[in-house]
């Protein structure tokens, strides 16, 4: 089964200054892979996708950008944090062909002051 | 867009009582999923119903597709301490399609 993996667990940025996250995944090829933002005790929202190395759908437009340069790993980044930029973000993987469930990381908690 | 209502936001049940959670989608599903996010954790993967009608069993949880899958629930048997936390459907529109609509969850507290 698939491993995501997620750092840091917590950050806290000033408001502007840049950002980038990465998730790995482990345990599968060829995945589907999300970024997702969730503001405290409200639902998910999906940012990006992306269903193979170098493809990417954004679902929001922001000051955020994803890329993927490599099968298995998905970096979220922006070049000036804005404090609604705060909330849990969470990377999750599908394996997108056949059944869609989605196996969510640990989660990076991003605090913008 | 597609959109998935569950309702309700919120739920506080004493330990032993039933609870249910209900998902609603403003289109016909290709299939339905729930998650469980535990305070501080992360959204983990329960079920997938697909079939139209279908009910699965987790232990005391119980699951619905509806007929005419548009809509979904969750049913708690006898609630238990361990089963706080925030309950989300999650529906897919098929085919060609790699996204799913989440609805905002439920929360679910239990009272020793």
């Known amino acids: 089964s698939q491993t995501i993996h997620q750092w840091p667990a917590t950050l806290v940025q000033p408001v502007g200054s840049p950002l980038s996250l990465e998730c790995t995944v482990e345990?599968?090829?060829?995945?589907?892979l999300y970024w997702y933002r969730q503001a405290a005790g409200r639902g998910l929202q999906l940012l990006f996708y992306?269903?193979?190395?170098?493809?990417i759908s954004s679902e929001v437009p922001q000051n955020l950008s994803a890329s993927r340069p490599q099968d298995r790993q998905f970096i979220l980044s922006s070049k000036k944090l804005l404090l609604s930029d705060s909330g849990f973000y969470l990377c999750?993987?599908?394996?997108?062909?056949?059944?869609?469930?989605?196996?969510f990381g640990p989660g990076t908690r991003l605090t913008v002051t | 867009g597609q959109q998935v209502m569950q309702i309700p936001q919120y739920q506080h049940v004493q330990e032993g009582e039933d609870f249910t959670t209900y998902c609603n989608s403003s289109?016909?599903?290709?299939?339905i999923q729930w998650y469980k996010q535990r305070p501080g954790g992360h959204p983990v993967f329960l079920i997938q119903?697909?079939?139209?009608?279908e009910v699965k069993k987790q232990k005391r949880l119980t699951f619905q597709f509806g007929e005419a899958k548009k809509n979904s629930s969750l049913h708690i048997t006898a609630t238990q301490t361990t089963d706080v936390g925030t309950y989300f459907c999650?529906?897919?529109?098929?085919?060609?399609?790699?996204?799913?609509?989440f609805g905002k969850g439920t929360k679910l507290s239990v009272i020793p």
């Open positions: 289109t016909t599903l290709s299939n």
């Open positions: 992306s269903v193979g190395i170098g493809q």
């Open positions: 999750a993987c599908g394996p997108g062909t056949g059944t869609y469930e989605q196996y």
């Open positions: 999650a529906g897919h529109s098929g085919a060609g399609s790699y996204q799913l609509t």
């Open positions: 345990g599968t090829s060829n995945p589907n």
């Open positions: 119903l697909v079939k139209s009608g």
